[in-house]
Antibody
Framework: EVKLVESGGGLVQPGRSLKLSCTAS????????MGWVRQAPGKGLEWIGEINQDSSSIKYTPSLKDKFTISRDNAQNTLYLQMSKLGSEDTAIYYC?????????WGQGVMVTVSS | ENVLPQSPTTMAASPGEKVTITCHASSSGLNMNWHQQKSGTSPKLWIYDTSKLASGVPDRFSGSGSGTSYSLTINTMETEDAATYYC??????????FGSGTKLEIK
């Protein structure tokens, strides 16, 4: 069974940084592109970015590429999202996703709240 | 912001009614998927590659489309189908783009 479990969310002050993790199981992690998607409260889905199998290709949605950094550790079956200079507009549920011609599996999501 | 237009934004359907949701892609010839999200839960892949049903999806659901116009159809609405549906396009620039979402309620 494919499982994606996010962690590292919580309350963070504006302007600070936060790093999310996603632990994968149930499939060969190093065979797949992986990505992050977020959803602000009551809003739709926003794709953040993706990383290929050996980290040689990392792509971001243009409006977020200066704020977020995606990385992975295949030995640990873990995907990361480093977020910097956070603002209230970054308050959202962050989902780890597996990608093959789009998203095929979603994690349960982790809440990030940016507030003083 | 890259968001694919979906219509309608919200709708209500009675049990047994036929439902159609549409999505307008930004470019033609791309892969189109659909995701279902129920309140308080993470989305699930529902339809992939325009018309293929994901594992466990009832066959009252179908997907179709070509060019820049795609649709998700429920042949006979059931209570459990109430959810928000998002189309999702791959693989252009940016690689993944989601639709604006259609909230489907039971009447």
């Amino acid at each position: 069974e494919v499982k994606l479990v996010e962690s590292g969310g919580g309350l963070v002050q504006p302007g600070r940084s936060l790093k999310l993790s996603c632990t994968a199981s149930g499939f060969s992690f190093n065979y797949y592109w992986m990505g992050w998607v977020r959803q602000a409260p009551g809003k739709g889905l926003e794709w953040i970015g993706e990383i290929n199998q050996d980290s040689s290709s990392i792509k971001y949605t243009p409006s977020l590429k200066d704020k977020f950094t995606i990385s992975r550790d295949n030995a640990q079956n873990t995907l990361y999202l480093q977020m910097s200079k956070l603002g209230s507009e970054d308050t959202a549920i962050y989902y780890c996703v597996r990608e093959i011609f789009g998203v095929d599996y979603w994690g349960q999501g982790v809440m990030v709240t940016v507030s003083s | 912001e890259n968001v694919l237009p979906q219509s309608p934004t919200t709708m209500a359907a009675s049990p047994g009614e036929k439902v159609t949701i549409t999505c307008h892609a930004s470019s033609s010839g791309l892969n189109m998927n659909w995701h279902q999200q129920k309140s308080g839960t993470s989305p699930k892949l529902w339809i992939y590659d325009t018309s293929k049903l994901a594992s466990g999806v009832p066959d009252r659901f179908s997907g179709s489309g070509s060019g820049t116009s795609y649709s998700l159809t429920i042949n006979t609405m059931e209570t459990e189908d109430a959810a928000t549906y998002y189309c999702q396009q791959c693989c252009s620039t940016p690689p993944i783009t989601f639709g604006s979402g259609t909230k489907l309620e039971i009447k």
